[in-house]
Every structure is written in C-alpha cells, then in structure tokens.
C-alpha cells in the first residue's frame, strides 16, 4: 500500500477540487467510508464534497456530516455541476461503475478517480486502486489508508464513528467470514476515540418503525424451505410494502433471518421495487462457502460478497423464484 499512498499524496497535491460518491442505495459501509474520508480530508484542510445517486435509509440520519452530503436524485443540476468541476473523484464501496446509476455518466475521462473498495473484479477506471477483496469492509480500507499515511493522530470521534459504523454493518457485527483479528485491532483503537459502540449498535438495529416489524413478519410467514439444497427464500410483494407503510430500509437485514435455521447455509429474500413495475431487487446471504457473488452474477446480473450479494430480476416475482430454484438447482450441481 505503501507506493499508493505517495501517489495519492501527489494527487491531492495537485487536485483543487475533491468529490467522493458512492452506490446507489448507499448503505452503512457506502455512508460511513464516504463522510470517514470526507472527515479526514478535512482534518487534511482540504475541502471535498460527497454525492450519492439516492437518499440513504433513514436510520443512517444521525451520521457525522450526513447533512453535508448531496443526493444526485434530490438536486441532479447541482450534483453534476460538482462532478464536472471536480480534478479528483474517490468511488467508495464499489468497483464498477455502473453501480451509482445515472451519476455514472456525469464523470468524464478527464476525470482522475481513486477507487477505495472491498469488491471482486474491479473495473479498470481509476489511476489509483485500493481494491481489497479479502478486506471486511470499506471502512476498514480507509482505517489502512490513515494508518498507512502515518495520521493516525487526526481520527477523531467523528471518524471513529463512521469508520466504526461501515465496519460493523458490513461484517453483520464482527461475525461474516472476513472478520480477522486485525479488524478487531481497528475496531479497540476506534473505541480509545471515545466512541460509544452500543450507542451507534441501538441506533442501526434496534430503533425499528412498526412497519419495519410487519414486514418481517410478511417475509417470515412466506419463508420456503428447499431441503436438498440446504436453502430458505422469502418474497415480500409490492402490495405487502404499500401496505405496512414500507419505509426505505425497512427490508435490509430480513434475510438474514433465513440463514438462521439450523441446516440452511443459503438464504434469499425477492422484492418486488415499489417504483419500477417488474423489477424484482433480490438479496442473498450464506454461510461457509455458498458464494453468493458468483451465483447472483450468473444468473441475476448481480455481485457482492462470498457470503452477501445482490442481484435483480427484470418480470414478474413468480418467474424470478421459478428461476431462482432452477439454476440452484444447476448450481448445486
Ligand atoms: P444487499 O442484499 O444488502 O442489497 O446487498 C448485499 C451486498 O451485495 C452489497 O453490499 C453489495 O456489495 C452487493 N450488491 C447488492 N446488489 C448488487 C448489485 O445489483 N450488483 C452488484 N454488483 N452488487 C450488489
Ligand atoms: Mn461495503
């Protein structure tokens, strides 16, 4: 890592104005890595702006610097006027491009990126890639990057806390596959910053809306199990989101729930998107080895993690679960 942070030393010399985005539906890693480097380049004294292709879920409200952040599709006019006059992009928490949607066509070749992210395959479209597959979280990276640059001394409790936040959603609270001991090492010397770990814990898990509850239960009544393949799926329709007044965010985390039943090591939840009629978002969890990446990128143009990816489906809900058990079926096989 070394070699890269003298490269992106003489890129924030050179660079007057700074934009960090991330992916759309920006979640807690996408969020907390975003303001974490915002933070940090301001202890840097430099100033940065961040976008996002859509509004975050609500419960990611309280953040440091939250406010501060534009949201491409609240304000497209002025979120393409910072991207145009920006010398210096860093894409956060993804590695393709087409995954912050129509911000994507607002960067131009003239545009320098800094790719900071913990994805498989990354595109080719940055000079400096701190691409880190086997890394738990987005977060994390930007933690080596300070640490690597020496300015460990300017975390602060506001960087703490976002670091602290992306670690912790994206490691399903220090338990996927790729939690190590030097994620636990970051994560102590982010509580010596006087971070309150059970505040930020109670205030991604535990303030659930009503509607939120329902439609778990929705999700978990429907919950199917396919034996053989050691496999649970759910689905929540669009009438079942209109009508426990469905939230952005409500659906994140249900299906995790799937995964844990004993025996079961594959877990899918299908949603049918509120706005986009026929388009079906789907999520996958795993335990052990079941690579949900690989499985979401054959068959429903999707990616993510070893053990947490997502992908899409473009028809009816029925038809994405009939295709859904006939290529796990191929897939097991
Ligand atoms: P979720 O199920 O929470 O929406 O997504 C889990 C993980 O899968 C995300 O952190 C993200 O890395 C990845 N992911 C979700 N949806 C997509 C998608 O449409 N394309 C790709 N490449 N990755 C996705
Ligand atoms: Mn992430």
């Not at 000079?127 to 987005?138: A, D, L, M, Q």
Request: proline share 2%; hydrophobic share 35%.
């Amino acid at each position: 890592m070394e070699k890269k942070i003298i490269e992106l030393n003489k890129l924030l010399e050179q660079s007057k104005k700074l934009s960090i985005i991330t992916h759309y539906n920006p979640d807690g890693d996408a969020i907390g890595s975003s303001l974490a480097i915002y933070h940090y380049f301001k202890r840097l004294g430099l100033n940065s702006n961040v976008i996002t292709p859509n509004i975050h879920p609500s419960f990611l409200n309280w953040i440091p610097g939250i406010d501060q952040i534009n949201i491409y599709e609240d304000d497209p006019l002025k979120s393409s006027k910072i991207i145009s006059e920006s010398d210096l992009i860093f894409t956060m928490d993804f590695n393709s491009l087409e995954r912050c949607g129509e911000l994507s066509k607002k960067i131009k070749d003239k545009n320098k990126i800094v790719m900071i992210d913990h994805h498989q395959v990354p595109e080719n479209y940055a000079v400096i890639n701190f691409s880190y597959p086997k890394i738990s979280s987005t977060c994390e990276i930007v933690y080596n990057i300070i640490e690597n640059s020496g300015k460990l001394n300017l975390i602060n409790k506001e960087i703490a806390t976002c670091i602290y936040l992306g670690m912790m959603t994206d490691t399903g609270s220090f338990q996927y596959n790729g939690v190590n001991s030097k994620t636990f090492k970051i994560a102590s010397d982010l509580l010596k910053k006087d971070i309150k770990q059970s505040n930020i814990y109670n205030k991604i898990y535990n303030e659930n809306s009503i509607s939120k509850l329902k439609l778990l239960g929705k999700a978990l009544s429907n919950l199917k199990i396919i034996k053989e393949s050691k496999t649970t799926y759910m689905y929540l329709k669009r009438d079942n989101l209109a009508d426990s007044n469905y939230e952005k965010g409500d659906t994140e985390g249900i299906v995790n729930y799937g995964l844990s039943l004993k025996k079961i090591e594959f877990s899918a939840i299908f949603i049918e998107d509120l706005e986009k009629k026929n388009l079906i978002k789907i999520s996958f969890r795993s335990k052990n080895n079941f690579p949900c990446n690989k499985f979401a990128k054959e068959n429903f143009d999707g990616g993510g993690h070893i053990n947490a990816a997502g992908g899409m489906y473009k028809g009816k809900i029925e038809n994405a679960i009939l295709k859904f058990k006939e290529k796990l079926k191929k897939f097991k096989s």
